[in-house]
């Protein structure tokens, strides 16, 4: 995932893909090797809520190799610190996941993405702090997390056409679904279920979200 050179064009639009919240490793390994052999895939963003550490730690040195030999980039949730410790490719960070600009600093040319929720003021803020990427959502309901925030196409079409940096549409987001937001201008769709609770396994997921995205 080389965030700088996305665009804000359909035709640049990629799948971001997030773990599950709770992961068998082994079983989870094989299913992104799967995964990752079907077809593009930008980056794999590990978040494991309420996870100890050490937990965190096994987790990213069983994945990350599974990534980084598909040239998938590694992202952690929440802690830039840790993803700084563990040698990730970057940190995703929430808007109360602490010191955004201590956490550019630290991860200096890494990739730094910034929850921006349905704000435009929030996009901004991460923008000037050098955000590689801002992220939007709930676009659609979604069961991985309780939504207070709802989003809709017209901001990513807003950020495209204003801003340079990419933009990730997050939330619910299905193969069924997407069209709307890839055609407003997002630049990363970010799935979990559309992918890892897809009835014919995983690998048949991204091939779906993939090929919705090319229809779009």
């Not at 030999?69 to 802690?79: E, G, K, M, R």
């Not at 003021?121 to 309780?146: C, N, Q, R, S, W």
């Not at 990419?166 to 279920?193: E, H, K, M």
């Amino acid at each position: 995932m080389n965030a700088a050179s996305q665009g804000g064009s359909s035709a640049g639009c990629r799948l971001y893909l997030i773990t599950p919240p709770r992961l068998d490793l082994v079983r989870f390994r094989d299913d992104l090797a799967a995964a990752l052999d079907a077809g593009d895939v930008a980056c794999l963003q590990l978040r494991l809520k309420d996870a100890a550490p050490d937990d965190v730690k096994r987790a990213t040195e069983a994945l990350m190799p599974v990534c980084h030999a598909h040239d998938v980039a590694f992202i952690l949730n929440d802690d830039a610190k840790l993803a700084h410790a563990l040698g990730c490719d970057g940190a995703h960070l929430g808007q109360t996941d602490g010191d955004h600009a201590g956490a550019r600093k630290l991860l200096e040319g890494k990739i730094l993405g910034i929850t921006c929720h349905a704000s435009r003021h929030l996009a901004m803020e991460a923008g000037e702090l050098g955000a590689d990427y801002v992220a939007f959502g709930a676009f659609f309901p979604t069961d991985t997390k309780e939504v207070l925030h709802h989003a809709t196409p017209d901001i990513l079409e807003w950020w495209s056409e204003m801003m340079e940096i990419p933009c990730v549409a997050i939330g619910g987001i299905t193969a069924q679904n997407c069209a709307p937001l890839v055609r407003s201008g997002a630049d990363f769709l970010a799935v979990v279920g559309a992918v890892w609770n897809h009835p014919d396994g995983p690998a048949a997921g991204v091939k779906a979200m993939n090929a919705a995205i090319a229809a779009a």
